[in-house]
């Protein structure tokens, strides 16, 4: 998706039909700005961890995993706002998350 920025000047996002974004791919990467977090966890709680399907990347880091996901409230104690990418921002309009 990262493509998408280099090459396209205008883009849209439709989800099952209906219109989610008209613009450009840099307004449409600040529009998740608000929702994208970053935290690491032990690695053993991993599995327990709720809403897995906001996961946008886990990566193992040692003893912990460090997570980045799409959420409207703090997901985590430790977790803090990422600048959002242009996937991310595709994400949030796809999932409903604003």
């Known amino acids: 998706i990262e493509d ?37 966890i032990p690695a053993e709680e991993f599995d327990s961890f709720e809403n897995k399907q906001l996961i946008i990347h886990h990566m193992r880091d040692g003893d912990n995993i460090k997570i980045r996901c799409i959420s409207v409230e703090k997901p985590h104690p430790s977790a803090e706002r990422a600048h959002a990418l242009l996937e991310d921002a595709y994400l949030c309009l796809l999932k409903d998350i604003a």
């Open 4 to 40: 998408i920025s280099s090459s396209c000047k205008y883009v849209a996002v439709l989800n099952k039909g209906v219109l989610k974004y008209s613009g450009t791919p840099h307004d449409m990467a600040k529009f998740g700005d608000n929702f994208v977090w970053t935290f690491s």
